[in-house]
T-cell receptor
Framework: NAGVTQTPKFQVLKTGQSMTLQCAQDMNHEYMSWYRQDPGMGLRLIHYSVGAGITDQGEVPNGYNVSRSTTEDFPLRLLSAAPSQTSVYFC????????????FGDGTRLSIL | AQSVSQHNHHVILSEAASLELGCNYSYGGTVNLFWYVQYPGQHLQLLLKYFSGDPLVKGIKGFEAEFIKSKFSFNLRKPSVQWSDTAEYFCAVSSGTYKYIFGTGTRLKVLA
């Protein structure tokens, strides 16, 4: 099993550009989530999903969109990139109904110029 | 709103020293509590978790944590650290609503 796969691993964008961070898991987990990790701030929840077709906002959802058309995929879209979105992004999945993050991807390091 | 505080941002210990990392949370209801570890260059891994029952929870690699409800604390301990424990440690809390709040992390450096 591949677990949680995130692509790309690194990305540099210009302010105003849009892009999609991909996240896929092959464990048939219902719960998936996106976090951003910033120095001195720990991980902050951006969006999460409890199953296909169901998404909800976390702590810091502004500037990001998500969708969950399949159980496997949970892409994160930056609509108009801003320097404040420079961060490391982690996708996580869980098999438990309470959604406890159990499997994390390797992260995407995103820089916005 | 829930919050998690980890007051120790950086900790430096010698091998064989004992470790205690503080974690305090603010939430009046029932909570689930977690400790995660992130080794250099790796993603987060779950160390241990507390849902209910015995407040002393044992996790992997010799770590344990004690839930003290009256103090809103869930401190992580290890009797004797090793160089390989050098990592960043995150406390997290959830009230069971799928939203997990993480602390800011504690960077532990163990000197050989």
């Amino acid at each position: 099993n591949a677990g949680v796969t995130q692509t790309p691993k690194f990305q540099v964008l210009k302010t105003g550009q849009s892009m999609t961070l991909q996240c896929a898991q092959d464990m048939n987990h219902e719960y998936m989530s996106w976090y951003r990790q910033d120095p001195g701030m720990g991980l902050r929840l951006i969006h999460y999903s409890v199953g296909a077709g169901i998404t909800d906002q976390g702590e810091v959802p502004n500037g990001y969109n998500v969708s969950r058309s399949t159980t496997e995929d949970f892409p994160l879209r930056l609509l108009s990139a801003a320097p404040s979105q420079t961060s490391v992004y982690f996708c996580a999945s869980s098999k438990d109904r309470d959604g406890q993050p159990q499997h994390f991807g390797d992260g995407t390091r995103l820089s916005i110029l | 709103a829930q919050s998690v505080s980890q007051h120790n941002h950086h900790v430096i210990l010698s091998e064989a020293a004992s470790l205690e990392l503080g974690c305090n949370y603010s939430y009046g209801g029932t909570v689930n509590l977690f400790w995660y570890v992130q080794y250099p260059g790796q993603h987060l891994q779950l160390l241990l978790k507390y849902f209910s029952g015995d407040p002393l929870v044992k996790g992997i690699k010799g770590f344990e944590a004690e839930f003290i409800k009256s103090k809103f604390s869930f401190n992580l301990r290890k009797p004797s650290v090793q160089w390989s424990d050098t990592a960043e440690y995150f406390c997290a809390v959830s009230s069971g609503t799928y939203k997990y709040i993480f602390g800011t992390g504690t960077r532990l450096k163990v000197l050989a």
